[in-house]
């Protein structure tokens, strides 16, 4: 994307985008890897978060943000996850891949920059943060980030608008933060295309290798979320998912059908822009809406 671009056509270009080539692009090609590696990388938002205008919060606005537990998680996760997708992305051989899997390490280190802006601008006090050494599987780690990002942003869009609806964030915070939250809508699209691309250009005998990994990955997040869901991990500290979490029990007016329900309908927005022929995560929103089946309005 152009840094000549104003704010508004930056911000329209990073949600709309359509592959120039017509017609149907098979899973797993060639084709389909250039189609979301440029998805990724020509729908990069160049906004600085160093020249942020935070706006200034009445007191009860101020308290609400500042009393979130959320902003010590929300640094670490970040960090951690640049420095997965960053190690992974130095594996790669492919320019294209290589440079898209940075744009996409980048863009979780300029979070980290975003969130730690807003922490200095509101005076809320972070706990030092640990190392973020590089992973011993660098496939696993990114594996580990992509999926773990698939879970999250279902539930943070729906939570990021619900806190929009209600007030419960002020209109000129949501709008600051918006870009972040789209950007995460664009990393999970691409990882999702990625597993397809990746699984389907394996060799037969690799695949039930990569099945195996798939499916650790999978245990190690539901083992996690199970641990984070009383709070705490193995050495006793707060994690990455009490972020859906600690902002659901601020937004206790709003029931599990009408939450769900949100997610859903914000998660479909988020996506609605880029081109249709790109696959969408569906194992969130899969499980969410058989959730829905058994969950009162």
């Not at 152009?2 to 120039?20: F, G, K």
């Not at 608008?161 to 007030?167: I, T, V, Y």
């Not at 990882?191 to 690799?206: D, E, G, I, K, T």
């Not at 193995?234 to 859906?244: I, L």
Request: aromatic fraction near 12%.
């Amino acid at each position: 994307m152009s840094d000549t671009l104003t704010p508004v056509e930056a911000d329209h270009a990073m949600r709309n985008w359509t592959y120039r080539s017509e017609g149907q692009i098979p899973i797993g090609s060639a084709l389909h890897k250039r189609m979301f590696c440029e998805m990724l990388l020509t729908t990069h938002n160049p906004y600085k978060p160093a020249v942020i205008d935070w706006p200034k919060l009445a007191p009860a606005a101020l308290k609400r943000v500042t009393s979130l537990p959320i902003w010590d998680i929300a640094v670490q996760t970040e960090g951690r996850a640049s420095i997965r997708v960053l190690t992974f992305a130095e594996t790669i051989t492919d320019p294209q891949l290589r440079d898209a899997l940075r744009m996409n390490g980048g863009e979780e280190a300029r979070h980290k920059v975003v969130l730690s802006k807003l922490v200095e601008a509101y005076g809320i006090e972070l706990a030092p943060e640990p190392p973020y050494p590089a992973p011993d599987d660098p496939l696993r780690a990114w594996m580990l980030t992509g999926y773990s990002e698939c879970i999250d942003s279902f539930f943070a869009f729906g939570l990021f608008e619900a806190a929009r609806q209600s007030g419960y964030f002020p209109e000129e915070l949501v709008e600051t933060f918006e870009p972040v939250i789209q950007e995460e809508a664009r990393h999970i699209l691409f990882f999702a295309n990625w597993v397809a691309w990746y699984r389907r250009s394996l060799p037969w005998y690799r695949k039930p290798w990569f099945m195996a990994k798939t499916a650790s990955v999978w245990f190690s997040l539901i083992r996690d979320r199970i641990s984070l869901a009383r709070g705490f991990d193995k050495g006793g500290a707060a994690q990455d998912a009490n972020f859906p979490a600690n902002v659901g029990d601020s937004l206790s007016d709003v029931s599990a059908h009408s939450l769900i329900s949100l997610c859903l309908t914000e998660n479909d927005r988020r996506m609605g822009g880029y081109d249709a022929r790109l696959l969408r995560p569906t194992t969130v929103p899969k499980l969410a809406r058989l959730a829905l089946r058994f969950i009162k309005k």
